[in-house]
């Protein structure tokens, strides 16, 4: 039986307050925990030997040719070193195999035909053996000749570049607002490409049992991936199964099928046998999508009373030609600050280098990170307290569409956090010292638009308990637990008596995993299904299923309380169906929040240490406080190696990877990172599907990197604009202050 909802109108019940059980919300465990810290959770490069894959005992191992031009076509290649190499299978060349990874949410495939070489590192073939290293290696004797293009564009700033006519907009007359306002700020800044940098690297296991194919991958939308991968071998999206059990991390970049997937399936369709491809963690950077870097122009009219009249936000950002994806970097510009003139341009450079696609919170995670440091120099010259001028600012509703907000916890969460962290001691640059460090203090707001899609979940109770099953994927961010939670709640059991089955596109469509739709998405369709059996529970009781209480494996219907055992004397199945409808069409829905952050800068050296964090929180109803903190830390995390280290740097001669692994490019260790705070703020939203929830893994990282580059020039005085704050522009700023 299935349980459908299109979402038209907002749900103001708030069902889950009303039950008995008391499990969401509560910090409980991962379900899954003991199976990673005991590595017994099977990841993506595992299966070829876990315990469970005996009939894959044969697999082989590819390794990609990759290109050593950045602009070309392959000539000839040359095999017969490679061929030579013990163990060797097959040197395979497919006009099926894929050049890059597909875009999330694409569900076609991503460009074919290798032959033809856009960027630097682009895999062209793929070397088979029967082992890894002797794949590797007769790889590395591949010789490819090219028929090169001297018209290949290495440098962002001078390329070529398109303005797309929908990330176009303007209201009223902001150079007017400019020339009238009292207080004016015209800046430029600039963010590197970045890396998602997930700790498991992408991998593929396929093999094929007449004619389906299944791919063991490192996937976080399984579901879109199977129509991905289907389209690229040519054959139906029902010959397609993918699995992805476990992920070790995303951000992003395993949105989309990925030339590794296609190469296993083709070598193994070739071969007749399993094929597994993995990407070493130099491949990793030089193959998958990477965050585009960004030239921001911020100008900024602000009136005798402190309130903005014009905002003006120009972006640059590159991709390869022919890509539909641009880093959406004025998202948030639209509608998180108040001024009636208003400009965005968008303008896209058609470059030669990898390919860029969603990265952690893709658009807010740089754009709202500039915009709150030209906001925090405006502050300045305005002679205004920061966390007032934000105060001071914030719309009563879109302020380009008119459209009310689904909730708005903007100014709470900043009230919040500044009480909290002790905002009222920050003084002026340079002020604070302890010996040789300079102490500073610096704040940003947090905004992420917010989303919801179409999800399935199925759940069947029995007399044990119940079964939870979706193609839905946890790649970190708490999914197994989060439905167990919604089960369990809705149930009336005890969370060790709810098993969770994801990453399996033969089970109901799940949303998959990206743009932080996942909880409310899924959770809602889950929620769905346990309504439908809590209706058939209280159909057998002969009550009302309003009146149904399901708690400690009993169900209670009026003064009669029964156990479950008894009453699910076979299994009870529901499928709930999630889809959104017109409920957000007129509405604005975002997540709100507040960074506060503290650092020293030494006076000698320019290195920053940052010494305490901390996030305030609004996302709707928190499912388990435990894994919503876990992931705000990852982003302030993240905003602290945006800010301090990260940098995906081209060599611009050639157009490859320099800073192509872990020890290059740099992102925040443990000693980099200090105590931080997390706080939620209590919020339900209607509009937030069923849970009146949103999405919360990538909140933290919106801002946080402002929050720390604020505190920057709070210590010493010093604006860096053109990130990352290394020590070496830290401390050109210092000299050029006299320090």
Same mark, same amino acid.
């Given at each position: ?75 000839? $290649? ?46 062209? @073939? ?91 991958? @490192? ?198 956090? @500044? ?41 069947? $109770? ?40 994801? #990453? ?14 996942? @909880? ?113 830390? #990852? ?101 050029? $202050?006299?320090?």
């Amino acid at each position: 039986m299935t349980a459908h909802l299109v979402f038209d109108e907002p749900d103001k019940r708030n069902r889950l307050d009303a039950m008995a059980q008391e499990v969401v919300g509560r910090p409980i465990d991962r379900s899954e925990g003991a199976l990673k810290v005991s590595g017994r959770a099977v990841y993506a490069a595992e299966q070829a030997s876990s315990l469970w894959s005996e009939k894959r005992a044969d697999c082989a191992y590819g390794v990609f040719v990759r290109a050593t031009v950045p602009l070309g076509r392959v000539a000839s $290649l040359a095999s017969d070193a490679a061929r030579a190499v013990p163990g060797v299978l097959k040197v395979l060349q497919d006009p099926r195999l894929v050049r890059h990874p597909a875009q999330g949410m694409a569900r076609k495939s991503p460009p074919q035909d290798p032959s033809e070489v856009t960027y630097f590192g682009q895999p062209l @073939a793929l070397v088979v053996a029967e082992s890894f290293e002797a794949a590797r290696e007769a790889a590395r004797l591949v010789r490819v000749d090219y028929e090169t293009s001297a018209d290949a564009e290495l440098d962002p700033a001078q390329a070529p570049s398109e303005f797309p006519e929908k990330k176009q907009s303007a209201q009223g007359d902001l150079e007017a607002a400019l020339r009238e306002a009292a207080v004016s700020l015209d800046a430029t800044y600039s963010t590197p490409s970045m890396a998602a940098a997930a700790m498991e690297p992408h991998a593929a296991l396929a093999w094929w049992e007449g004619d389906r194919v299944t791919l063991c991958g @490192a996937y976080q939308m399984v579901s879109q991936n199977a129509e991905e991968l289907a389209d690229a071998l040519g054959i139906a999206p029902e010959k397609v199964r993918v699995l992805a059990p476990f992920i070790g991390g995303g951000f992003g970049s395993k949105l989309g099928i990925a030339p590794e997937a296609v190469a296993a399936a083709v070598a193994s369709e070739t071969l007749g046998r399993p094929v597994m491809v993995t990407l070493a963690r130099q491949r990793e950077f030089e193959i998958a999508h990477r965050r585009s870097e960004t030239e921001q122009r911020v100008r900024l009219a602000l009136d005798a009373d402190g309130r903005l009249t014009g905002i003006g936000h120009e972006a640059r950002v590159s991709n390869l030609d022919g890509e539909s994806f641009s880093e959406p970097v004025q998202q948030a510009t639209h509608f998180t600050y108040r001024g009636e003139h208003r400009q965005i341009r968008h303008e896209v450079a058609r470059v030669n280098l990898t390919c860029a696609g969603s990265v952690r919170a893709p658009g807010e995670a740089v754009g709202v990170t500039i915009f709150e440091m030209a906001l925090d120099e405006l502050a300045e010259k305005a002679g205004l307290d920061p966390l007032e001028l934000r105060l001071r600012n914030i719309p009563e509703e879109d302020p380009e569409t008119g459209k009310p907000f689904t909730s708005h916890m903007l100014a709470e969460a900043l009230r919040d956090g @500044a009480d909290r962290f002790g905002w009222s001691d920050r003084r002026a640059p340079g002020e604070r010292r302890q010996g040789e460090w300079l102490i500073g203090m610096g704040m940003a707001s947090a905004v992420r638009v917010n989303m919801l899609h179409k999800a399935r979940v199925r759940v069947t $109770l029995t007399g044990e308990g119940a079964l939870v099953e979706s193609s839905m994927t946890d790649i970190g961010t708490g999914t197994y637990t989060i439905l167990t939670q919604i089960v369990a709640e809705m149930l009336g059991l005890a969370p060790d008596r709810v098993r969770t089955v994801l #990453g399996d596109t033969d089970l109901p469509e799940g949303s998959g995993s990206g743009g932080s739709i996942g @909880a409310a998405s899924n959770g809602s369709a889950a929620f769905l299904a346990c309504e439908e059996i809590r209706r058939q529970i209280a159909a057998g009781m002969g009550c009302p299923e309003e009146e149904l209480t399901l708690k400690d494996g009993r169900a209670t219907c009026g003064n009669r309380t029964r156990d479950l055992a008894e009453i699910v004397t076979q299994p009870l199945s529901a499928e709930g169906h999630f889809e959104p409808g017109k409920a957000l069409k007129g509405v604005r829905s975002s997540t709100f929040g507040a960074h506060f952050a503290e650092v020293a800068v030494n006076e000698i050296t320019g290195e920053v240490r940052v010494r305490r964090m901390l996030g305030a929180f609004a996302a709707g109803r928190i499912l388990n406080e435990k894994t919503a903190r876990s992931q705000c830390l #990852g982003g302030m995390t993240f905003g602290i190696g945006m800010a301090l280290m990260e940098e995906m740097v081209h060599d611009r001669r050639f157009g490859q990877v320099v800073s192509r692994d872990l020890a290059n490019y740099h992102i925040p260790a443990h000693a980099d990172v200090p105590a931080l705070e997390v706080h939620f703020l209590e919020e339900r939203d209607s509009y937030g599907g069923t849970l009146q929830a949103k999405g919360i893994g990538e909140l933290g990282i919106c801002g946080s990197g402002a929050a720390v580059l604020n505190a920057i020039h709070n210590a010493c005085g010093v604006r860096v604009r053109d990130l990352p704050a290394t020590p070496d522009k830290v401390l050109d700023g210092l000299c050029a $202050l006299g320090r």
